[in-house]
């Protein structure tokens, strides 16, 4: 390569990086700003958590979180209830929606709804999603990197790294209108029609346990008690008509309640609920009327156990 030819190349990647640290810093600059106008969606639940959380009653989990604990109804137990549930995730998007609430304020209450996203090997950078952008934060950057990614330090200096995939739902969250009062409980209206059709998970296969989601685990239910939150476990219901039927998925989360010492509200097939279609979307997932009967039953229990402290 003659030395022309050098130059003309060396000048080009020079514009090339100075182009890209250019469009990473408006990135560093409008992705908050499209986050704090958000009207839905985790965008806005994400900027609540990370801005100005003042919920006393957080509830954490998957969908099953999601869809089935009305904040309205848990306000009972004694202030603020907000629902940061995420379909699809478990306790490494929990620990850190936690913690970005805790530099805000520390909630009297935490209820984390088991599933296998706590504990089943899977690829725990999906998980990742709603937290990078909040890496720059040391406790945050901490669960981050526990994931092990490649060159993830690295990564994370970045601002399109941080928010890439968060870009298409902060546009979209703007004009998601949700009602306020909802606090992040997405309902389900539609009721169940084959609820009865579905098979029973008897005899499932044992489950993959995953070391690193089991250590981030660990430090959830520490952080809760060196925080002062009064943190519960709950397995919401399924719809069954068998009294007895149970899954490795849930099963081991009964472990971890017993090994941490953590109460567990355990209603997987509770009569009137578990056995009615009509409280269900599907088998899995309450609709609103069953989340509302769900809730009710919730703040009752807890209120028992609260009165015994």
Same mark, same amino acid.
């Given at each position: ?14 514009? @090339? +990086? ?18 704090? $106008? ?29 869809? $089935? ?42 209820? $984390?709804d088991i599933a296998s996203f706590d504990y089943e090997k899977d690829d725990n950078s999906k998980y990742l999603k709603y ?15 526990? !994931?092990?990614?490649?060159?993830? *330090? ?13 870009? !298409? ?5 703007? @004009?998601? &209108?949700?009602?306020? &009062? ?11 029609? *084959? ?17 690193? =989601? ?8 520490? %952080? ?9 476990? +709950?397995?919401?219901? =399924? ?9 490795p998925r849930y099963a081991y989360g009964e472990k971890l309640a017993e090994k941490y010492n953590v109460p567990l509200l ?9 056995? *009615?279609?009509? @409280? ?17 039953? !919730? ?6 156990? %609260?009165?015994?402290?």
């Amino acid at each position: 390569m003659r030395i022309s030819e050098m130059k003309k190349f060396v000048l080009k990647f020079l514009l @090339f +990086a100075v182009f890209m640290v250019l469009v990473d810093t408006i990135c560093g600059v409008v992705l908050p700003l499209l986050q704090s $106008h958000a009207k839905g969606g985790r965008t806005r639940t994400n900027y609540y958590l990370s801005n100005k959380c003042d919920a006393d009653i957080l509830v954490l989990g998957s969908s099953r979180a999601t869809h $089935h604990y009305l904040p309205k109804i848990l306000d009972s137990l004694g202030g603020i209830a907000y629902n940061a549930g995420n379909d699809g995730m478990g306790v490494i998007l929990g620990y850190g929606r936690y913690l970005m609430c805790t530099e805000k304020h520390v909630p009297k209450i935490i209820i $984390h709804d088991i599933a296998s996203f706590d504990y089943e090997k899977d690829d725990n950078s999906k998980y990742l999603k709603y937290l990078r952008p909040y890496g720059d934060g040391p406790k945050i950057r901490n669960i981050i990197s526990q !994931i092990g990614e490649s060159f993830i *330090n690295l990564k994370m200096l970045s601002n399109m790294y941080r928010s890439s995939s968060s870009i !298409i739902p902060n546009i979209r969250d703007l @004009f998601v &209108d949700e009602k306020t &009062d909802n606090r992040g409980y997405l309902p389900l209206y539609k009721k169940c029609k *084959n609820c009865d059709n579905f098979p029973s998970e008897k005899g499932t296969s044992m489950l993959k346990l995953d070391s690193i =989601k089991l250590k981030i685990f660990d430090s959830f239910v520490k %952080e809760t008690a060196r925080q002062g939150s009064t943190l519960y476990f +709950a397995i919401s219901p =399924k719809f069954s008509t068998e009294k007895t039927e149970q899954s490795p998925r849930y099963a081991y989360g009964e472990k971890l309640a017993e090994k941490y010492n953590v109460p567990l509200l355990n209603h997987l097939f509770t009569p009137g609920i578990s056995d *009615n279609p009509a @409280f269900f979307a599907d088998k899995t997932h309450l609709n609103d009327s069953g989340a509302t009967a769900y809730s009710k039953l !919730i703040v009752d229990e807890i209120r028992k156990m %609260e009165n015994f402290r």
